[in-house]
């Protein structure tokens, strides 16, 4: 049986290969929609088309962030070569400004200056960057199990408190029905003290009275109301066995709350609209939870 899953989560998964070394994390938070955001290292094009790819296979709503960072070792001297035009550039400029009175630039200083010294490249070289690449997708592949994971435990600890408030739901409807059934002998007796005490002695009184609280009843009677509030309750139902169920359970909230309006607009008692403010209530809770499933 599938269970829902809820939209906040996270997930991280850390890798390393020779003097390679990265780590991936990914987060979530609610969305109406599923949007992937991606923030990676340079030199790894291929990372951003596959995350996303990734995230889209496996989650269906929520705003997720996935950051990869990676360094590499920094390597020995002998691997590195000086850029001389650069560091002609730079002792041009330090000439200048000696002349100037500035102290001249040590060969220490000189090095640590950007572009100055190079880690050569080789097809050697682009040849293990493709291969930590793909090592790096296979974490990225890591974390968002483990986000996917995080999000499921949420929504395992979400089904008990919006199961409960379905059954709120369920047992005020009960209470309506029940309240509702007596909602046409009170409109009788009210329709029936107010004719007799501005009208007493009108011909043709039992039947007025009958015809015009019959006309009343009708239109206080809320049984469809009722009807499609119990249906709703069981499609609410249905709908947590049915993941992902988030956008559905969010139609399904403005039909409930329809319906409750309705019915409070309609309630000719201060005891059956006191029910239908308390089942508003209920649904503005559930609705408030609904919005955390995926």
Not at 49 to 72: C, D, I, M, P, Y
Not at 98 to 110: I, K, Q
Not at 267 to 281: D, F, M, P, V
Request: hydrophobic share 45%; with cysteine.
């Amino acid at each position: 049986m599938s269970h829902i899953s809820g939209m906040t989560g996270f997930g991280r998964a850390d890798g390393a290969d020779g003097d390679w070394s990265w780590s991936v994390e990914a987060r979530s938070v609610n969305g109406r929609n599923l949007e992937v955001r991606f923030r990676g290292p340079p030199g790894f094009d291929n990372l951003e088309r596959l995350a996303k790819a990734s995230g889209q296979a496996r989650l269906n709503r929520g705003q997720v962030t996935l950051g990869v960072q990676a360094k590499r070792a920094e390597a020995g001297a002998a691997a590195l070569k000086v850029n001389e035009e650069v560091l002609a550039r730079y002792l041009q400029l330090a000439n200048q400004l000696a002349e100037d009175g500035a102290t001249p630039p040590s060969a220490d200083g000189l090095l640590s200056l950007r572009g100055v010294l190079e880690a050569p490249e080789d097809d050697a070289d682009a040849d293990v960057r493709a291969a930590i690449e793909t090592q790096i997708a296979a974490s990225i592949d890591a974390a968002l199990d483990a986000l996917k994971a995080s999000r499921e435990r949420e929504g395992a600890q979400l089904l008990p408190v919006i199961t409960g408030f379905i059954d709120r739901i369920e047992q005020l409807v009960a209470d309506a029905e029940t309240e509702a059934a007596a909602q046409t002998d009170a409109i009788r007796e009210r329709f029936t003290r107010r004719i007799t005490e501005l009208a007493p002695d009108a011909p043709g009184l039992e039947d007025r009275i009958f015809l015009e609280a019959a006309a009343l009843a009708t239109k206080a009677d809320v049984r469809e109301e009722l009807d499609r509030l119990t249906a709703h309750v069981a499609s609410a139902r249905a709908l947590l066995q049915q993941p992902p169920a988030g956008r559905k359970l969010d139609f399904l909230m403005q039909e409930f709350m329809r319906e409750a309006n309705t019915l409070c607009s309609k309630s000719a008692t201060t005891a059956l609209t006191g029910i239908g403010l308390e089942l508003k209530a209920v649904i503005e809770q559930l609705r408030e939870q609904v919005q955390n499933v995926e």
